[in-house]
């Protein structure tokens, strides 16, 4: 009878282990993709507002663009890794849009340390010159909002207005 409550025990602690491992690993996936959904929703509330504003004066609502955006994504992790703000390399962003995209005007703001959309629009909003890439003649847009390591946000707005765009 002990013999059969050890082999018990054992292969419930087994299982304990092997179900803790498990669990374990899919709560790291899952604040991984909790942190890319919650950084895809603030760059989504950020083009909403965007958009809100530029109605608000009568300008056009600026559409989603896949390269202005992963070029966004891919400057934001370069200003994380410097730990600074920047626009190293804007020409060549630009240059690709243009390229690329068939744009014939692009824009850029960068920020960090706000918590949320809202903040960051509004610091943006309250510098005449990253309001005036936001309230500027662009058909397209690119946001990104990546968190570093201590969790502040860096922030990317890629603009651009494509030749012959009906929009």
């Not at 419930?12 to 890319?36: G, P, T």
């Not at 109605?55 to 966004?72: P, R, T, V, W, Y």
Request: proline share 0%; charged share 25%; aromatic share 8%.
């Amino acid at each position: 009878m002990n013999t059969f409550r050890l082999k018990t025990y054992t292969l419930l602690c087994c299982f304990a282990v092997i179900f803790s491992n498990i669990s374990c690993s899919k709560d790291a996936v899952s604040v991984e993709e909790m942190e890319q959904l919650e950084a895809l929703s603030m760059a989504e509330e950020i083009l909403q507002i965007v958009n809100a504003h530029r109605a608000s004066i009568g300008k056009n609502a600026l559409e989603f663009n896949i390269l202005a955006n992963d070029l966004a994504y891919e400057h934001t992790l370069y200003m994380i890794e410097q730990s600074d703000i920047s626009h190293d390399d804007f020409d060549k962003r630009s240059d690709r849009l243009i390229t690329e995209e068939n744009a014939n005007k692009t824009g850029e703001n960068v920020a960090y340390g706000q918590r949320d959309a809202k903040a960051v629009m509004d610091a943006w909003l309250n510098s005449s010159g990253h309001r005036e890439n936001i309230e500027g003649d662009f058909t397209h847009i690119g946001i990104a909002a990546v968190k570093n390591s201590s969790g502040t946000y860096y922030y990317t707005q890629i603009f651009l207005k494509k030749r012959n765009s009906n929009a």
